[in-house]
């Protein structure tokens, strides 16, 4: 049998594909386990996810029954999380064996009101370590301001941590010195470095449809021009800074013991505007010792015409060529970050109430009898 190109992907180019989704029916019913064999690598979720599939789906309600007679309805969201997520590590847990711990992670994120919480945040990750104590849990933590010292300290002790949110270059340097320095920590304490794994989501095409609405708004030819590349430009430039923060004597001398590099992930990778192509976050974004995690119509465009080739440091002059002209042209790229992070913690709020308050009307009902 020959080869999918999601396989290709990894053998040819070293880049893992996750999927970004994560639901009953698929982890019980043998979808995921279908995935898996064409290629994918891991799964992450959010709490936009779980909205979807606890309120679009009745399999859950069994169980969902016999929690709300045992406790509130926010211990019962976690419970189902939970089993999902540990589910999902099974299926997985053949890819974490055979790459020796590199992929066959599953990720799930601490509760979205913690964002600006940091100590509250490393009491959450680390509750969802010890409740799945398996090693191919990732716990996600925003790259908030709040959630950096949230994410060296899960490192110092030694905890797989997904990084969620990056929208910016600056920030995404905060987060790999915050990975490092937390591996010293861990090293310090007499930690086998070989154990922790991290990736870094950085948020690909909503960049785009930030700036490209600035780019409109000032309207110039020149200006206009400009849209549809910031996403990839930026996206590039920060491979360029994983490759620079992951050599070096201080790294080295952690690669030594064993350390792992944190490797940058592709996130929000499906096109929102439909004139650009729809595998423009996939396709212009290849490269050995990265991540993409892909929506379930990206993954199976993918499969269909993805061109695995790599190209993710292919023009890296003209990456920073790019950012350098959108500055040119007035846009505030540090804004656009903080404008969508800011939309980020917002929009995983309002999924996470919605779904709480949907399953809080369904106990209602169950109460009732209705």
């Given at each position: 049998?020959?080869?999918?190109?999601?396989?290709?992907?990894?053998?040819?180019?070293?880049?893992?594909?996750?999927?970004?989704?994560?639901?009953?029916?698929?982890?019980?019913?043998?979808?995921?386990?279908?995935?898996?064999?064409?290629?994918?690598?891991?799964v992450t979720s959010n709490p936009t996810i779980f909205e979807k599939a606890m309120t679009g789906s009745d399999a859950y309600d069994d169980q969902f029954k016999d929690l709300v007679g045992k406790g509130p309805v926010d211990d019962a969201f976690w419970t189902m999380a939970v089993d999902d997520v540990t589910g999902a590590c099974g299926v997985l847990r053949p890819v974490y064996d055979d790459s020796d711990g590199a992929d066959g992670f599953v990720s799930l994120e601490v509760a979205p009101a913690l964002a600006t919480n940091t100590e509250?945040?490393?009491?959450?990750?680390?509750?969802?370590?010890?409740?799945?104590?398996?090693?191919?849990?990732?716990?996600?933590?925003?790259?908030?301001?709040?959630?950096?010292?949230?994410?060296?300290?899960?490192?110092?002790?030694?905890?797989?941590?997904?990084?969620?949110?990056?929208?910016?270059?600056?920030?995404?340097?905060?987060?790999?010195?915050?990975?490092?320095?937390?591996?010293?920590?861990?090293?310090?304490?007499?930690?086998?470095?070989?154990?922790?794994?991290?990736?870094?989501?950085?948020?690909?095409?909503?960049?785009?449809?930030?700036?490209?609405?600035?780019?409109?708004?000032?309207?110039?030819?020149?200006?206009?021009?400009?849209?549809?590349?910031?996403?990839?430009?930026?996206?590039?430039?920060?491979?360029?800074?994983?490759?620079?923060?992951?050599?070096?004597?201080?790294?080295?001398?952690?690669?030594?013991?064993?350390?792992?590099?944190?490797?940058?992930?592709?996130?929000?990778?499906?096109?929102?505007?439909?004139?650009?192509?729809?595998?423009?976050?996939?396709?212009?974004?290849?490269?050995?010792?990265?991540?993409?995690?892909?929506?379930?119509?990206?993954?199976?465009?993918?499969?269909?015409?993805?061109?695995?080739?790599?190209?993710?440091?292919?023009?890296?002059?003209?990456?920073?060529?790019?950012?350098?002209?959108?500055?040119?042209?007035?846009?505030?790229?540090?804004?656009?970050?903080?404008?969508?992070?800011?939309?980020?913690?917002?929009?995983?709020?309002?999924?996470?109430?919605?779904?709480?308050?949907?399953?809080?009307?369904?106990?209602?009902?169950?109460?009732?009898?209705?």
């Open positions: 049998m020959s080869e999918t190109n999601l396989q290709r992907l990894y053998n040819e180019q070293g880049q893992s594909a996750w999927i970004d989704n994560l639901n009953r029916p698929s982890v019980l019913g043998g979808g995921l386990a279908e995935l898996v064999a064409s290629g994918i690598r891991g509250g945040t490393i009491s959450a990750a680390r509750d969802l370590h010890q409740r799945i104590d398996l090693p191919n849990l990732m716990v996600k933590i925003p790259a908030t301001a709040e959630g950096v010292p949230a994410i060296k300290a899960m490192i110092a002790e030694g905890r797989n941590i997904n990084v969620t949110l990056i929208f910016s270059l600056p920030r995404y340097g905060d987060v790999m010195e915050a990975y490092i320095a937390g591996l010293e920590e861990f090293d310090a304490a007499g930690g086998d470095l070989s154990k922790v794994h991290s990736v870094a989501s950085f948020f690909v095409s909503r960049v785009d449809t930030e700036v490209d609405r600035r780019l409109e708004a000032i309207g110039t030819d020149e200006a206009v021009a400009l849209r549809g590349k910031a996403a990839v430009a930026q996206a590039r430039r920060a491979y360029a800074l994983f490759k620079e923060h992951f050599s070096g004597p201080r790294w080295e001398a952690l690669a030594a013991k064993g350390a792992n590099p944190q490797r940058p992930l592709w996130a929000s990778t499906s096109t929102k505007n439909k004139a650009y192509p729809d595998l423009l976050y996939v396709d212009s974004l290849i490269g050995p010792h990265t991540v993409n995690t892909m929506p379930d119509a990206t993954v199976e465009a993918f499969l269909d015409h993805g061109t695995v080739a790599r190209t993710v440091d292919s023009d890296p002059d003209g990456a920073q060529a790019h950012l350098d002209a959108l500055a040119s042209a007035g846009v505030d790229l540090a804004d656009v970050a903080k404008t969508l992070e800011d939309e980020g913690v917002a929009s995983f709020s309002k999924s996470f109430d919605e779904l709480i308050q949907s399953l809080t009307d369904k106990a209602t009902a169950l109460a009732s009898g209705k």
